[in-house]
């Protein structure tokens, strides 16, 4: 299995403030990285495909880069509304497609 | 848009069949752009794939759960389920169903989830 890992797994930030999360493969995965937004009691939402694919209706301020075994997610100008948990999630071996431990973004 | 609901017992008993059904709507599950997933999430932690159908009746399971896990579909009444056998404390969670694309390989939509306990 390939194993996704996020870091941090907790960060603490402010409103305007531009923050990455990162997120690692155990083997190379070329580009199938998705990225997703979970808030409370809420199921995930799609930000960023195939590693850096805006989902349409998600702010320009979210962009995803990477390709092999490394990503990254930066939100730039954070908003009260973009503090939630974020996953990745690798879909190179399908279908035993694997999600990263998650990070919580929370506010400073 | 097409909506996702997922349904079924909330509270199944260890050692017996979790079932789950997702209802689709504005869209159809015959689509051939679109596998049709289930996803879980345990209270407090990350997210598990369980398996998906296509529209052509195949299936596709996560190895760890391939043994316990069946998906079937009603196209008629365009839903596809979720069967679990002998289930333990450990799959309790919440489970989702999601509508995956399948060029692009990302899980365009989800329900809202729902929590199913395993608990006598």
């Known amino acids: 299995d390939i194993q996704m890992t996020q870091s941090p797994s907790s960060l603490s930030a402010s409103v305007g403030d531009r923050v990455t999360i990162t997120c690692r493969a155990s083997?190379?995965?070329?580009?199938?990285l998705n990225w997703y937004q979970q808030k409370p009691g809420k199921a995930p939402k799609v930000l960023i495909y195939v590693a850096s694919n805006l989902q349409v209706g998600v702010p320009s301020r979210f962009s995803g880069s990477g390709s092999g075994t490394d990503f990254t997610l930066t939100i730039s100008n954070l908003q009260p509304e973009d503090f939630a948990t974020y996953y990745c999630?690798?879909?190179?071996?399908?279908?035993?497609?694997?999600f990263g431990q998650g990070t919580k973004l929370e506010i400073k | 848009q097409v909506q996702l609901q997922e349904s079924g017992p909330g509270l199944v008993k260890p050692s017996q069949t979790l079932s789950l059904t997702c209802t689709v709507s504005g869209g159809s599950i015959s689509s051939g752009y679109y596998y049709w997933s289930w996803i879980r999430q345990p209270a407090g932690k990350g997210l598990e794939y369980i398996g998906r159908f296509y529209s052509t009746g195949s299936t596709d399971y996560n190895p760890s759960l391939k043994s316990r896990v069946t998906i079937s579909a009603d196209v008629s009444k365009n839903q596809f389920s979720l069967t679990v056998t002998s289930v333990t404390a450990a799959d309790t969670a919440v489970y989702y169903c999601?509508?995956?694309?399948?060029?692009?390989?990302?899980?365009?939509?989800w329900g809202q989830g729902t929590l199913v306990t395993v608990s006598s």
């Open positions: 999630q690798q879909s190179y071996t399908t279908p035993l497609y694997t």
């Open positions: 999601a509508r995956e694309n399948r060029a692009q390989t990302y899980f365009e939509d």
């Open positions: 083997q190379s995965i070329s580009r199938y």
